[in-house]
């Protein structure tokens, strides 16, 4: 059973910053890639950014050049950098896993509970 939990959400003052964590628990067999997903009051999901295995990552428009990825191959963990924090990046942000629980099973996605970010003077 692969479970995501995600730390380091919380209230920052624009121009602030914070470091989102997502740790991987349970038993898999491959990890695709993995990445953040945003979703603010009333709008639809967005990919924020991701890191495939290999490390090559990607990244939204608007946050581009302000947040980075990263991740712990060891420790199937991944972290963003969030930077230069601006009040519409004020959304629940959620961890995703692509990849294979055993051998014998296809990909699949892995959702965190998701993790509060408000960027509010």
């Known amino acids: 059973h692969v479970q995501l939990v995600e730390s380091g959400g919380g209230l920052v003052q624009p121009g602030g910053s914070l470091r989102l964590s997502c740790a991987t628990s349970g038993s898999i067999f491959s990890i695709n890639a993995m990445g953040w997903y945003r979703q603010a009051p009333g709008k639809q999901p967005e990919l924020v950014a991701a890191i495939t295995s290999g490390g090559s990552t990607n990244f939204a428009d608007s946050v581009n050049g302000r947040f980075t990825i990263s991740r712990d191959n060891a420790k199937n963990t991944v972290y963003l950098q969030m930077n230069s924090l601006k009040p519409e990046d004020t959304a629940v942000y959620y961890c995703?896993?692509?990849?294979?629980?055993?051998?014998?099973?296809?990909?699949?996605?892995?959702w965190g509970q998701g993790t509060q970010v408000t960027v509010s003077s």
């Open positions: 995703n896993l692509k990849g294979r629980r055993t051998q014998y099973t296809g990909s699949s996605n892995y």
